[in-house]
């Protein structure tokens, strides 16, 4: 049976001839995947909360709850273009996704000890945390030239969507949105985090500066 290690190296290897190298070249498919992730994220979002939820005021508390993440990011990726560009988003793609989180597996699986935040993802370490950030912290300096301000934002933010999405699935009483990706789970399982560090990333620049 594959590790942990080989089915994320797999799915890596997937992420970059299917999405990030095309992706990087196109604008357009840029923006087409992005809706689609995120369409596909909102329909397992409404399925997985539709089979559980039955009172009017859990209903209330989801919708609040969807529309925390679902309004920033419907917005951001209509000013992405203008504001990042497309080629920076999938930057923030790698660094924070596919570094960070791989990052943090590797590190907590190997030395973690001390758990964190243990009613939300009682598998998150301290030490994930820390040696993920060294690590994808090197990565974005060393190879896309990110400012320390930047890489620090997405990986933070980063960290906050995964807690966040997970303590909604914890509510649920799920371990995953769906099963479309199999083990790895959902679409919202993969881009959780994802959007949290991409609309820091975006907002920030729209706000303050790019840098």
């Given at each position: 049976?594959?590790?942990?290690?080989?089915?994320?190296?797999?799915?890596?290897?997937?992420?970059?001839?299917?999405?990030?190298?095309?992706?990087?070249?196109?604008?357009?498919?840029?923006?087409?995947?992005?809706?689609?992730?995120?369409?596909?994220?909102?329909?397992?979002?409404?399925?997985?909360?539709?089979?559980?939820?039955?009172?009017?005021?859990?209903?209330?508390?989801?919708?609040?709850?969807?529309?925390?993440?679902?309004?920033?990011?419907?917005?951001?990726?209509?000013?992405?273009?203008?504001?990042?560009?497309?080629?920076?988003?999938?930057?923030?793609?790698?660094?924070?996704?596919?570094?960070?989180?791989?990052?943090?597996?590797?590190?907590?699986?190997?030395?973690?000890?001390?758990?964190?935040?243990?009613?939300?993802?009682?598998?998150?370490?301290?030490?994930?945390?820390?040696?993920?950030?060294?690590?994808?912290?090197?990565?974005?300096?060393?190879?896309?030239?990110w400012s320390p301000?930047?890489?620090?934002?997405?990986?933070?933010?980063?960290?906050?969507?995964?807690?966040?999405?997970?303590?909604?699935?914890?509510?649920?009483g799920i371990k995953?949105?769906?099963?479309?990706?199999?083990?790895?789970?959902?679409?919202?399982?993969?881009?959780?985090?994802?959007?949290?560090?991409?609309?820091?990333?975006?907002?920030?620049?729209?706000?303050?500066?790019?840098?």
């Amino acid at each position: 049976m594959p590790t942990e290690f080989q089915k994320r190296a797999g799915v890596f290897v997937g992420l970059v001839t299917c999405l990030l190298l095309p992706m990087w070249r196109s604008e357009l498919y840029c923006y087409t995947v992005l809706c689609c992730f995120i369409l596909g994220g909102t329909l397992e979002y409404w399925t997985a909360v539709y089979s559980r939820v039955s009172s009017l005021q859990d209903w209330a508390v989801y919708l609040i709850l969807f529309m925390v993440w679902v309004l920033p990011t419907m917005a951001a990726l209509h000013i992405y273009g203008g504001v990042i560009g497309h080629t920076r988003l999938v930057e923030c793609l790698i660094i924070q996704l596919v570094v960070g989180d791989s990052a943090q597996l590797i590190v907590g699986r190997s030395i973690g000890r001390h758990h964190v935040c243990v009613k939300l993802s009682p598998k998150k370490t301290l030490e994930g945390y820390v040696g993920g950030f060294v690590l994808t912290f090197m990565y974005g300096a060393l190879v896309h030239g990110w400012s320390p301000l930047n890489i620090s934002v997405v990986y933070v933010f980063g960290c906050i969507g995964d807690l966040y999405f997970s303590g909604i699935k914890r509510r649920l009483g799920i371990k995953d949105y769906s099963r479309i990706l199999s083990s790895h789970g959902g679409l919202l399982d993969r881009i959780d985090s994802f959007m949290f560090a991409a609309n820091a990333l975006v907002w920030k620049a729209f706000f303050f500066s790019p840098e």
